[in-house]
């Protein structure tokens, strides 16, 4: 006698229904986000029903770092922004977590910057001065200088003209 073959149920065969409380199930496990996306990249049937706005309002994320989900999470088109505009609370709080981290970083980076530049200016003020001081330094060297100069040809000039007298003095005896 031949056994008739009984087919094998998938479950891609279960009613929508069904399978929607599966992956509800899988979202509100303890690593529900984590659950959740393994089990939508594994069955077809499943990521389509990952759009649905109930199923990602009840999936749960693991409250800690917000910098231990993977990079995936964070795509504009990945889990977290689809659960945040599905209006999942938990998803919204780490979003808004992320942005206040981000905002505190930038503004330490700004407050940074500032005392930066500030301490740029004053010492390129110092510099400035230094390269200040030592330039009316050198002038008033220089000008010394010239002054020596001009004072050694005075009285070089005072020589050659007592030397001019005397030789007329001479010439005109």
């Known amino acids: 006698m031949k056994r008739k ?18 992956m509800i199930s899988v979202a509100k496990s303890s690593d529900g986000a984590g659950s959740f996306a393994r089990a939508i990249s594994v069955c077809k049937a499943f990521t389509e029903l990952a759009e649905d ?3 990602l309002k009840a999936v749960a994320f693991v409250k800690g ?24 609370l938990a998803a919204c709080n780490i979003l ?3 942005l206040e981290e981000r905002i505190q970083s930038s503004e330490a980076k700004v407050t940074a ?11 390129a003020e110092a510099v400035r001065a230094v390269f200040t001081r030592a330039r009316i330094r050198a002038a008033m ?3 010394k200088k010239v002054r020596c100069m001009i004072d050694d040809v005075r009285m070089d000039v005072d020589e ?7 030789f007329r003095a001479v010439s005109t005896v």
């Open 113 to 123: 910057t500032e005392l930066a530049m500030k301490d740029f200016a004053e010492r």
């Open 65 to 88: 770092s917000v910098s231990q989900y993977d990079g995936s999470f964070w795509k504009i088109n990945g889990l977290l922004s689809k659960c945040a505009s599905a209006r999942n």
């Open 141 to 143: 060297l220089a000008a």
């Open 53 to 55: 706005k109930e199923l």
């Open 160 to 166: 050659i003209r007592e030397h001019v007298r005397r």
């Open 96 to 98: 808004l977590t992320y």
């Open 5 to 22: 073959r009984t087919k094998k149920t998938k479950i891609t065969d279960l009613n929508v229904d069904v399978l929607k409380l599966i």
